[in-house]
């Protein structure tokens, strides 16, 4: 894959404020704005999150409704054995927000996250993971950032300024060093290429995901390279970040499977 450098920026909320239009409605259920698109597709992949989802969107549609932007939330059902489907229709009770669930039959996150983004049709699209590990408040910038030129805009836990609230056991950090040392070489000039929060100008994510292959956790490294791959801008934003020990990531199943997938990224195999 060719490169382009990514840039790297420290989150100043106020440095570049998204226009607050008051004149208009904001976060309308979609079919009651004619002729409208969303501004923001919202994905939040979801396996067996029925403990964390109910408080992750609770916190995730209070915050969208103070935003500018028109925001439609898809959580995809990446085959849960649980009521994930229930949750989704108890949150969007008496909301005036656009929120709903759709099925992922193939097991992954990057197979969970792919289905949500192509099911977009916002000018930006994007995830973040179900344990809210970095704060909402990063949409702020990100969005600015994407009306800026952004291809791709990123949080990081490793870029300067970026800061850990609450360590990951030691294992896992051990690993993920050494992950970060493999994805070097598939994506230049990214500190993080896993952390679960991302965003993107739709057309140029959706040329990348019809390409990528990979469904488990090394999805993120394949998208963001594909992204380069083709003179993708891609922006990492360092935030504070805090580890969740309920994490759906097992690093014996997942971990390995990972470190295959950049392996053959890097061979050009995948």
């Not at 067996?48 to 915050?63: F, G, V």
């Not at 059902?77 to 656009?98: Q, Y």
């Not at 990348?208 to 956790?217: I, K, M, P, Y």
């Amino acid at each position: 894959m060719t490169s382009t450098a990514s840039e790297r920026l420290i989150v100043d909320e106020a440095s570049v404020p998204w226009p607050r239009d008051t004149s208009r409605p904001r976060n309308l259920m979609l079919e009651d704005v004619v002729g409208e698109a969303p501004d923001l597709d919202l994905v939040i992949p979801a396996f067996n999150e029925s403990a964390r989802l109910p408080a992750t969107l609770l916190r995730t549609l209070d915050y969208l409704e103070r935003v500018p932007w028109r925001t439609r939330v898809v959580v995809v059902d990446n085959g849960s054995a649980d009521d994930t489907a229930g949750i989704v229709r108890d949150a969007a009770a008496g909301r005036d927000l656009a929120l709903s669930v759709i099925g992922c039959a193939r097991p992954g996150k990057g197979a969970a996250v792919r289905r949500g983004l192509l099911n977009a049709t916002a000018q930006y699209v994007g995830f973040f993971d179900a344990d809210l590990a970095t704060p909402l408040e990063t949409l702020d910038l990100t969005m600015s950032l994407l009306r800026d030129g952004a291809t791709a805009v990123v949080a990081s836990r490793h870029a300067p300024g970026a800061a850990i609230v609450r360590q990951q056991p030691w294992g896992r950090r051990i690993g993920g060093g050494a992950f970060r040392l493999l994805t070097q070489g598939v994506v230049h000039g990214v500190h993080d290429t896993q952390c679960g929060f991302k965003f993107f100008e739709r057309s140029a994510v959706t040329r990348a995901l019809v390409r990528c292959r990979t469904n488990g956790f090394a999805f993120d490294a394949e998208l963001l390279g594909r992204i380069q791959a083709e003179g993708g801008r891609i922006v990492e934003v360092p935030v504070a970040w805090a580890d969740d020990s309920a994490s759906t990531f097992r690093p014996l199943r997942d971990g390995v499977a990972s470190f295959r997938a950049v392996l053959d990224m890097r061979a050009g195999t995948r």
